[in-house]
């Protein structure tokens, strides 16, 4: 039996998208998704939880996210979990978890307007990493 790898995300993104292109030319853009969540702890005080989610668009959708999407903008993402490896500078290995988009919907958030795209499933080979270490500390919002 086959298990099921599938993220859905709203959230609003830490920074501009990121684009490239990989060797191939095919586009390539990095997403810095936050998502929240608040509550009330026991004593009755307000408690937040950000988390941080990297976020790998391919193809025509990633230069629509770069064209439309900014900083703050609220979105939803829906796609897969991916864990990757390679060796840094100094030859130690490294990893990283992201979400390899297959629908990114471009919510009201900063900006305004809306709007949809949808990507084939990107190759299954990359060039390089983006970067290694995701922002834990500043919320973009």
Same mark, same amino acid.
């Given at each position: 039996?086959? @298990?099921?790898?599938?993220?859905?995300?709203?959230?609003?993104? @830490?920074? *501009?998208?990121?684009? %490239?292109?990989?060797?191939?030319?095919?586009?390539?853009?990095?997403? &810095?998704?936050?998502?929240? &969540? $608040?509550? $009330?702890?026991?004593? #009755?005080?307000?408690?937040?939880?950000?988390?941080?989610? $990297?976020?790998?668009?391919? @193809? %025509?959708?990633?230069?629509?996210?770069?064209?439309?999407?900014?900083?703050? %903008?609220?979105?939803?993402?829906?796609? %897969?979990?991916?864990? &990757?490896?390679?060796?840094? $500078?100094?030859?130690?290995? &490294?990893?990283?978890?992201?979400?390899?988009?297959?629908?990114?919907?471009?919510?009201?958030?900063?900006? #305004? @307007? #809306?709007?949809?795209?949808?990507? !084939? !499933? !990107? !190759?299954?080979?990359?060039?390089?990493?983006?970067?290694? *270490?995701? =922002?834990?500390?500043?919320? =973009?919002?």
């Amino acid at each position: 039996m086959a @298990g099921i790898n599938k993220v859905i995300l709203i959230g609003n993104l @830490g920074a *501009d998208p990121e684009l %490239r292109y990989t060797g191939s030319n095919q586009a390539v853009a990095d997403l &810095r998704l936050a998502t929240s &969540r $608040r509550w $009330r702890d026991k004593d #009755g005080a307000n408690q937040e939880d950000t988390q941080w989610h $990297r976020v790998v668009v391919w @193809g %025509r959708q990633a230069e629509q996210c770069k064209e439309h999407l900014s900083k703050g %903008r609220q979105v939803f993402v829906e796609g %897969r979990l991916q864990t &990757r490896s390679w060796e840094d $500078r100094d030859g130690n290995k &490294r990893y990283t978890t992201e979400i390899v988009a297959q629908t990114v919907q471009f919510l009201g958030g900063r900006g #305004g @307007g #809306g709007g949809s795209t949808d990507a !084939p !499933p !990107p !190759p299954g080979d990359r060039d390089a990493p983006f970067g290694n *270490d995701m =922002p834990d500390d500043d919320i =973009p919002f």
